[in-house]
């Protein structure tokens, strides 16, 4: 298993400022992925967030919006730049750990952001 | 494009009761799924899996069904708990050796004591 910090865990933003978040894993893991999750709804993935190059970003998330860091094996910062009300949702950090081969994601608590 | 659903997005149950939550895939390509629980305010929480050889796995108050031949899986919970409130989501995994699951839309399981 694995445990995962997120900071903040919940801000509220005023539209047209950025936010970064952080996301800190106890143990060094290969894969790392950012979600969204909008109110009421399932989670989307924005990205993965690759160690020492840019990540892979899923279709309808951008890097100028979404801009992501991977700076090692146990951190990941994801930012949310120029914030609209739209942007208002739980961002959640998730890592794969190596070896396990099953698919199994583990979950940080999420950061609860509301864009006003 | 192909995707994972849901049949029902609230579910009541009565506290002791057995729960069954639903779950639709169309996607036959997918070789494994896995259920995750999210109770409020925190994150996914991984419960039971299942690959696409079997037909049902079992694990402490939980079974995972999976029919292929209608793409139907499904998470039957015993003896149901307050506890069990939360919302449930199924995931498959993408073929072709991703390990990024795609989730489907999520139902809300409300246990009344």
């Known amino acids: 298993s694995a445990v995962i910090s997120q900071k903040p865990s919940r801000d509220i933003c005023q539209r047209g400022t950025s936010l970064t978040i952080q996301c800190q894993v106890d143990?060094?893991?290969?894969?790392m992925f950012w979600y969204r999750q909008q109110p009421g709804q399932s989670l989307t993935l924005i990205a993965t967030?690759?160690?020492?190059?840019?990540?892979?970003?899923e279709s309808g998330f951008v890097i100028d919006k979404f801009p992501i860091s991977r700076p090692n094996l146990t951190f990941s910062t994801l930012t949310v730049s120029n914030m609209s009300p739209e942007d208002s949702s739980i961002y959640l950090c998730?890592?794969?750990?190596?070896?396990?081969?099953?698919?199994?994601?583990?979950f940080g608590e999420g950061s609860r952001l509301t864009v006003l | 494009g192909e995707s994972v659903g849901l049949h029902l997005p609230t579910l009541s149950v009565q506290e002791g009761d057995n729960s069954i939550i639903n779950c639709a895939y169309s996607?036959?390509?997918?070789?494994?799924f896995i259920w995750y629980k999210q109770e409020s305010g925190k994150g996914p929480q991984f419960i039971i899996d299942?690959?696409?050889?079997?037909d049902k796995r079992q694990g402490q108050r939980v079974t995972v069904l999976l029919n292929k031949t209608v793409k139907h899986l499904s998470l039957q919970i015993a003896a149901t708990q307050p506890g069990d409130s939360a919302v449930y989501f199924c995931?498959?995994?993408?073929?072709?050796?991703?390990?990024?699951?795609?989730f489907g839309r999520g139902t809300s399981l409300i246990v009344h004591p």
């Open positions: 998730s890592v794969e750990i190596q070896g396990a081969g099953t698919g199994e994601l583990f």
């Open positions: 143990s060094q893991v290969t894969m």
């Open positions: 967030a690759n160690q020492g190059s840019e990540a892979t970003y």
């Open positions: 996607n036959s390509a997918s070789d494994y």
């Open positions: 299942i690959r696409s050889n079997m």
């Open positions: 995931a498959e995994k993408k073929g072709g050796g991703s390990y990024i699951p795609t």
